[in-house]
């Protein structure tokens, strides 16, 4: 890494905004009593793999936005003491989005990290932190890459009916939002004051108003555990091995 970016490590302070007030509906009857975000992965609850995961990344301050069986949530969490770093919980009285949650918090830095509280993933926090500095972004969006197989041969036209192209069960690439962002204090002017706003909302209304919002692709591990299915899978492969989660690992990207 080279000169600009370690200046911008030794001068720039991380907080991190968890989106922590979901039901997690889709993973009945497990979130009947459990918070979604405590929801153990192994013997370790999911929460408390991302915040390890955000101070071994520098993080200082953890902004943590409740709803559902907020008590319980924040009885097992605690303020933060035992993993260094401040927890401060924010209380959302009826659900406020993605985004909308963050004109209630107070004290902002100018850059900020906000991300879901239920997934599993090996990104390098800092390494994304530092590509949104260093293109001035107002918004990053981090994305995982995908591939869909198309189970059938896939025949493209021109606009008068004739082949263009035939293609036997290709495999399509696409990238997917990771419900990971940052973003800069000044997105705050493009969320309403009043209800419910969610981040691709907020993304788009910068977006078009002309302000720089970047992708930060990466082939990174990751898992949104809101399905039975990637819960499992995402579980077994934390119980598999720990370490790949919980120590620090540089994480391709362009």
């Keep these: 890494m ?16 968890i989106l922590a007030g979901g039901k997690g509906t889709r993973l009945k009857p497990f979130t009947m009593t459990i918070p979604k975000p405590l929801l153990p992965l192994g013997d370790t609850p999911i929460l408390e793999i991302v915040i390890q995961q955000l101070v071994a990344a520098g993080v200082s301050r953890i902004i943590l936005t409740l709803g559902h069986m907020a008590p319980l949530l924040m009885a097992c ?9 401040a927890i401060e919980p924010l209380l959302e009285p009826e659900p406020l989005g993605t985004a909308g949650s963050l004109r ?3 004290d902002l830095e100018d850059n900020f990290l906000v991300m879901n509280a ?3 993933t090996t990104l390098d926090y800092e390494g994304m932190f530092d590509y949104h500095l260093r293109r001035n972004s107002i918004g990053t969006i981090g994305l995982s890459k995908r591939e869909v197989l198309i189970d059938y041969g896939v025949v493209r036209t021109t606009s008068s009916g004739a082949l263009d192209d035939y293609i036997e069960k290709p495999t399509i690439p696409y990238s997917v939002s990771m419900g990971i962002n940052i973003l800069s204090k000044r997105c705050l002017d493009f969320i309403p004051a009043t209800g419910k706003f969610d981040m691709p909302e907020l993304m788009l209304a910068m977006h ?4 720089p919002v970047h992708c930060y692709e990466t082939d990174c591990y990751w898992k949104d555990i809101g399905r039975f299915d990637d819960y499992q899978q995402a579980s077994e492969d934390f119980v598999k091995d720990p370490s790949r989660f919980l120590v620090r690992r540089a994480a391709a990207h362009r």
């Excluded at 303020?79 to 770093?85: E, K, S």
């Excluded at 078009?208 to 302000?211: L, S, V």
């Design 208 to 211: 078009r108003a002309g302000h």
């Design 77 to 85: 969490i605690g303020d933060g003491a035992r993993w260094g770093v």
């Design 118 to 120: 239920d997934l599993l």
């Design 104 to 106: 209630a918090i107070k």
């Design 2 to 17: 080279g000169n600009g970016s370690a200046f911008l490590r030794s001068t720039r302070k991380m907080s991190a905004v």
